[in-house]
């Protein structure tokens, strides 16, 4: 079987040495790159017209707005692997991983490991240099946090809600939502908002996950990947 080239799109804030480091990364065998932008408009435009597997992210200069896309991404494109390029430190690879990015790269990776983590990227998480450091400390700020103030139940989620919640945990995105439950997308994203809330929780990954920790959610935790589109 003949694997199909990991699509990606380069989201750089100095967008020449994002076309730059793009051309790199096109010469290479099993990547095709379906762009070079300069924000998260941009990208969200590209990534709405283009299959794309792995975004790379610069998040060198700012690591609050990666955060930020990063959240904006996964929940407007679930599938998509985004892979922030150029963490300064450790704290910056938890907060990332944290907001749904699938691995972190520091400014000292080179081209050819940048290259091995974009195709790594296009089929699982994959994480470099700060692996170890990153699963300790998140492991860490785990056993540290208190439990939620007011957890959420299954009673507190209207029948809807649950419904939205099953499919969030089959790796659904909010237009597949919407036609399984035959409603408006925009109605899916106000469920989603409300789910969110109620579970106390940033994003859809965690939401499943808080799901399941409580009970909301039981049974194998079904989150597709990259291959189950074939």
């Known amino acids: 079987m003949i694997r199909r080239p990991v699509r990606v799109l380069m989201i750089w804030s100095h967008r020449a040495l994002g076309e730059a480091v793009a ?23 590209v990534l709405a017209a283009e299959r794309t597997d792995v975004a790379l992210l610069d998040a060198s200069v700012d690591v ?21 390029f150029g963490v300064p430190s450790q704290e910056a690879a938890v907060t990332l991983i944290e907001a749904g990015a699938a691995g972190c790269l520091s400014s000292a990776a080179s081209l050819d490991e940048l290259a091995e983590a974009i195709l790594e990227g296009g089929g699982r998480p994959a994480s470099l240099g700060l692996a170890a450091e990153v699963a300790a400390r998140i492991e860490e700020l785990s056993a540290r946090a208190a439990p939620p103030p007011a957890a959420a139940s299954a009673a507190s989620l209207s029948e809807r809600e649950l419904e939205v919640l099953v499919l969030l945990a089959r790796g ?59």
């Open 23 to 45: 051309a790199s990364l096109a010469a290479r065998a099993g990547m095709a790159v379906v762009g070079a932008v300069g924000g998260a408009d941009e990208a969200a435009r």
């Open 64 to 84: 609050a707005a990666a955060r930020e896309l990063i959240a904006r991404l996964q929940e407007e494109f679930p599938r998509l692997r985004v892979l922030p």
């Open 172 to 230: 659904l995105g909010n237009k597949e939502i919407a036609l399984r439950l035959d409603i408006r997308t925009s109605t899916v994203k106000n469920h989603v908002h409300s789910i969110l809330s109620k579970l106390g929780v940033p994003g859809r990954r965690q939401a499943v996950r808080r799901a399941y920790e409580q009970g909301i959610l039981r049974g194998p935790l079904r989150w597709r990947t990259l291959e189950d589109e074939e």
